[in-house]
């Protein structure tokens, strides 16, 4: 993999992905409960019937809200430009730490590149917020754990 820029490449198409298979996965989901409530609609009345409408509604809405979260996280990470190099910690950092190797754009678990693991996570998680504006040598306290900031790219 070679150069900083190459694994911030690779881990922003991870980061893409993520978000890609999420979206995916809830439009999926609206699909499955308009068909659902289109076919509780013609079979069955009554008081069974109400229920089942409510908790489909219901679903629609949840998933409609998991919509809207997902692409306003798209939104958020199409503005990352990670060419930009930073020393100060920021959206589209790569941080490496004594303890763990962060990319501070979505939040998206655990990633790997070569053997190297990193933690996509967004700028608003806790740990996020400690790192943001922080520069090389800075010690964060995260947890009852100390670690400082070894480089930012």
Same mark, same amino acid.
């Given at each position: ?22 979206? +995916?996965? $809830? ?5 499955? %409960?308009?068909? /659902?409530?289109? &076919?509780? =609609? ?28 997902? +692409?306003? $996280? ?5 503005? %990352?430009?990670? /060419?930009?190099? &930073?020393? =100060? ?37 806790? %740990? ?6 922080? =520069? ?18």
């Amino acid at each position: 993999m070679g150069s900083s820029s190459t694994i911030k490449e690779y881990l922003y198409a991870q980061c893409v992905d993520f978000v890609e298979h999420r979206f +995916q996965t $809830i439009q999926n989901t609206i699909q499955e %409960i308009q068909e /659902s409530l289109l &076919s509780e =609609t013609k079979s069955s009345a009554g008081d069974k019937h109400e229920t089942g409408r409510a908790m489909l509604q219901l679903e629609r809405e949840k998933a409609g809200n998991q919509l809207a979260e997902i +692409q306003k $996280i798209k939104e958020i990470f199409s503005k %990352i430009d990670i /060419s930009k190099t &930073s020393k =100060t910690i920021g959206l589209g950092s790569l941080v490496y730490t004594t303890n763990s190797n962060y990319f501070i754009g979505i939040s998206a678990g655990e990633l790997s590149v070569d053997s190297t693991k990193f933690y996509a996570i967004s700028a608003n998680t806790p %740990i996020g917020q400690l790192l943001m504006g922080k =520069t090389i040598g800075e010690e964060i306290v995260f947890r009852g754990q100390n670690f400082v900031v070894k480089e930012v790219l």
